[in-house]
Structures are given as C-alpha cells and as structure tokens.
C-alpha cells in the first residue's frame, strides 16, 4: 500500500482547499470541484457538506478513484469511505480547529448528519 510522504502531508494538511476529480466508469475524470480538507496524523479526509446526494460525493462512489490537487501537490488517490464514529469525531475536530477563522455558517454544516455520513478518507495510489 502506498503511502503519504511527510511533504505531502504537510502541504496537503495545510492547504486551504482541495480540488478534487473523481474518475468515471469510462476512465476519464469528471470536472474539479472545489472542497475543504483535513489531516489526522498520517491521514487526509474530506467531506461533502451536501451529504451523500452530492454530485462529487456520489462520484467518489463509482469507481472509488481520482485525483487531487492541493498545496501544489497533484496526485492519483483512492476513496475510502468511514462509518467509525470516533474517526467522524475526531474529523468533526479537525475542521472545527483548521477553519475556525469562518463564520460557524460555513463550518456548522459540515457537522450535521447528513455531512457526516459522507466522510473519505483519501488514499494516495
């Protein structure tokens, strides 16, 4: 299994934002869309704030398989989904703290169910 260097991580884990593309059936990638992203320890996670009915998480759900760019770091990836509850928390955490200079209205959303249930972990290929 492939892992994140240190560097990535960093850049990554700091990044403000994360363009992320995942892949279609067809092994074309579909349009970049623009989201926020976390770490934790060695891990890298996102979470669609439209829950699981959104166009991109939905993506992710196909071939489980994509790319992104963050932090000037360009990289394929694989979608891992997380149901464990103490990983959603402490992801719940983690957005809480890096994004804590937004207003709650933008920060608040992403701790609903609905969000919540649609958290990846990001996996480097």
């Known amino acids: 299994?492939?892992?994140?260097?240190s560097e990535e991580l960093d850049r990554i884990g700091t990044a403000e934002e994360l363009q992320i593309q995942s892949?279609?059936?067809?092994?074309?990638?579909?349009?970049?869309?623009?989201?926020?992203?976390?770490?934790?320890g060695d891990d890298l996670y996102i979470r669609s704030v439209n829950?699981?009915?959104s166009g991109w998480f939905?993506?992710?759900?196909?071939?489980?398989?994509?790319?992104?760019?963050?932090?000037?770091?360009?990289?394929?990836v694989a979608f891992e989904e997380v149901a464990e509850t103490g990983i959603?928390?402490?992801?719940?955490e983690a957005y809480?703290?890096?994004?804590?200079?937004?207003?709650?209205?933008y920060v608040e959303p992403l701790?609903?169910?609905?969000?919540?249930?649609?958290t990846i972990r990001l996996l480097p290929i």
């Not at 892949?23 to 992203?37: D, F, K, M, Y």
């Not at 939905?58 to 360009?74: E, F, N």
């Not at 809480?96 to 209205?105: L, V």
């Open 23 to 40: 892949l279609r059936s067809n092994g074309t990638l579909r349009n970049p869309v623009i989201i926020w992203v976390v770490r934790l």
């Open 51 to 53: 829950g699981r009915t």
């Open 1 to 5: 299994m492939t892992m994140w260097t």
């Open 96 to 105: 809480r703290i890096k994004y804590h200079k937004y207003a709650p209205q």
């Open 58 to 76: 939905r993506g992710t759900q196909q071939s489980h398989k994509g790319h992104i760019q963050a932090g000037g770091v360009d990289k394929d």
């Open 88 to 92: 959603i928390e402490r992801v719940d």
């Open 111 to 118: 701790m609903v169910p609905e969000a919540r249930s649609a």
